[in-house]
């Protein structure tokens, strides 16, 4: 079993920045692919950004490309999203994602491909 919990939500102005993090339980953290995910009320999960289980590569979404930067610290079981240049429609529920399985590809942008979730860290963000 793992337990996943995001912290760092908020209310921010456009354009602001804000650091997302994501706490994970179990020791075998390191060798988890991760990703965030976000919603919006009545809205399906939409992907974010992933980042491999030895955090040597990452993928975005193309609406936070260059915005956006997922980042992790295995020995701390975190994993973390960096949030700049905020804009009002980056606001949602934000939830962190583990898949336990490392193979069968190098980046994971379903949320069928995750196995655990957190319970979501809300974001907004003010025009």
């Known amino acids: 079993q793992v337990q996943l919990v995001e912290s760092g939500g908020g209310l921010v102005q456009a354009g602001g920045s804000l650091r997302l993090s994501c706490a994970a339980s179990g020791r075998t953290f390191s060798t988890y692919p991760m990703g965030w995910f976000r919603q919006l009320p009545g809205k399906e999960r939409r992907f974010v950004a992933t980042?491999?289980?030895?955090?040597?590569?990452?993928y975005y979404a193309d609406s936070v490309k260059g915005r956006f930067t997922i980042s992790r610290d295995n020995p701390k079981n975190t994993v973390y999203l960096q949030m700049n240049s905020l804009k009002p429609e980056d606001t949602a529920v934000y939830y962190c994602?583990?898949?336990?399985?490392?193979?069968?590809?190098?980046?994971?942008?379903?949320?069928?491909?995750?196995?655990?979730w957190g319970q979501g860290t809300q974001v907004t963000v003010s025009s």
């Open positions: 994602a583990a898949r336990t399985d490392y193979s069968g590809g190098i980046y994971f942008i379903q949320p069928d491909d995750y196995d655990y």
């Open positions: 980042i491999t289980w030895r955090g040597s590569r990452t």
